[in-house]
């Protein structure tokens, strides 16, 4: 008989209310796998919208699923081949994205190399914060835009999941970081480094924010891509992280001589070391807002569909 564990199943796509907890199979590595015991697992919008039936929903295969990509656990077993980790090691990742990861749950297996060892500084709560927000950032702003010193850095949601990363890794790089967010939240992104804070609901930020290099738009409709184009230098570059851009604003920007790019995030070893060097430096710490258990999944999806929190969402697991 296979071992069972708990896990976040939903039988059907819909609302936060068909989440609901389960006894399922717990997986077994394979050669290059190890197998984690979650201790904590963050929720990201894309949770919520592959649980609705958006997002990465074509690629979970029919329900029941169970969900969830970013994990910071403990391994407990490591499969044939693997030489980097071991039984007991402490470590963080965002496994297999957008394959599913089924990272609600109290173990999952992957790729050895879909992790890496956890920041000593953090919490498992915050670490489990930090993969799929924290590569989004990295990939985005280092390897996509190459932010370089002295550059100006438009930041949308700026005290959101990712946003409160970018801001941080944008201000490591260097750069001049200006960051959208409403009023209450400007102290929180000064503290994080934010050099201009612009609050979206009193001004219109293509009226006062101008020469950009890079804008990390993470809204993601038309309108706000085409109205994030005003802000840009000539050459400057636009990333559509969530929406996956609109073909119509591509074409405005080319007609305009700016850039503009789709993004999605990948499983990266070497992006989550990069991730933990800064943290280790003292130059990125993950806003953990609300720690939740399992339980109380479809709380957590709820406050993530808000809109509205400050910083990240996680699942406490153990």
């Known amino acids: 008989m296979n071992a069972r564990m708990r896990a976040v199943v939903q039988d059907d796509f819909g609302g936060p209310e068909v989440l609901r907890t389960a006894e399922v199979d717990r997986p077994s590595p394979i050669p290059t796998e190890v197998l984690v015991r979650v201790h904590a697992a963050g929720v990201n919008p894309v949770d919520a919208k592959t649980r609705a039936g958006k997002g990465m929903a074509g690629l979970q295969g029919d329900p029941p699923l169970v969900l969830g990509w970013d994990v910071s656990g403990v391994v407990e077993e490591a499969g044939f081949g693997v030489t980097t980790l071991k039984p007991g090691d402490e470590v963080f990742g965002m ?8 990272a609600f749950a109290e173990y999952v297996t992957a790729p050895s190399r879909h992790f890496a060892r956890k920041p000593a500084g953090l919490t498992h709560a915050e670490a489990a914060a930090l993969p799929l927000a924290g590569l989004t950032a990295w990939q985005v702003l280092v390897d996509t835009a190459g932010v370089t010193a002295g550059q100006r850095v438009l930041i949308h949601a700026a005290a959101g999941g990712v946003g409160h990363l970018a801001v941080q890794i944008a201000k490591a790089r260097g750069a001049h970081v200006i960051g959208t967010a409403r009023a209450a939240k400007h102290d929180f992104l000064r503290s994080l480094g934010a050099d201009e804070t612009v609050d979206y609901t009193a001004v219109a930020f293509e009226e006062v924010v101008r020469e950009v290099d890079v804008v990390m738009d993470n809204i993601g409709d038309a309108d706000h891509l085409r109205r994030s184009l005003r802000t840009l230098r000539p ?8 929406s996956g851009g609109d073909p119509t604003v591509a074409e405005e920007a080319r007609e305009r001589g700016l850039r503009m790019t789709s993004f999605l995030v990948e499983p990266d070893q070497r992006g989550l070391l990069e991730l933990t060097a800064l943290v280790e430096s003292g130059r990125l710490r993950p806003e953990v807002e609300s720690v939740l258990p399992l339980a109380d999944a479809a709380r957590a999806h709820q406050l993530v569909e808000s809109g509205r929190t400050q910083g990240k969402v996680v699942l406490g697991v153990v």
């Open 235 to 242: 050459g400057g570059l636009l990333v559509a992280v969530p």
């Open 95 to 102: 496994p297999w994205f957008p394959r599913p990861a089924r």
